[in-house]
């Protein structure tokens, strides 16, 4: 059974750090692509960061573009989402999930991505 388990959230002032952090377990971690989501109140959830498979390759919604940083670490079944520079239009709840298929390239539809974890909450302040 796969299971994913963000944490890192907090509440941060606005030009501030975090990293979030997702473990899982259940399937062999290295042959997934990873991604990050998140939704604000209100509002759908939206693909922020993926890392593919092989960690060759990552992408970005270009509202974070340059400030967040995805990566993994293959050995301790962990992605994990750097954020820099954040503003208070990042507040929302960071979902990490991971890809259906194995060996398939990392994309930003979320139908693509079957298993998803709790989600954790980040709140900047202005």
């Known amino acids: 059974q796969v299971q994913l388990v963000e944490s890192g959230g907090g509440l941060v002032q606005a030009g501030g750090s975090l990293r979030l952090t997702c473990a899982a377990s259940?399937?062999?971690?290295?042959?997934?692509?990873m991604n990050w989501f998140r939704q604000a109140p209100g509002k759908e959830r939206e693909f922020v960061a993926s890392?593919?498979?092989?960690?060759?390759?990552?992408a970005y919604a270009d509202s974070v573009k340059g400030r967040f940083t995805i990566y993994r670490e293959n050995a301790k079944n962990t992605v994990y989402l750097q954020m820099n520079s954040l503003k208070p239009e990042d507040t929302a709840v960071y979902y990490c999930a991971q890809r259906t298929l194995a060996w398939s390239q990392s994309t930003t539809t979320r139908g693509d991505y079957y298993y998803w974890g709790q989600g954790t909450q980040v709140t900047v302040s202005s």
């Open positions: 890392i593919s498979w092989s960690d060759k390759s990552t």
């Open positions: 259940g399937r062999t971690f290295n042959n997934y692509a």
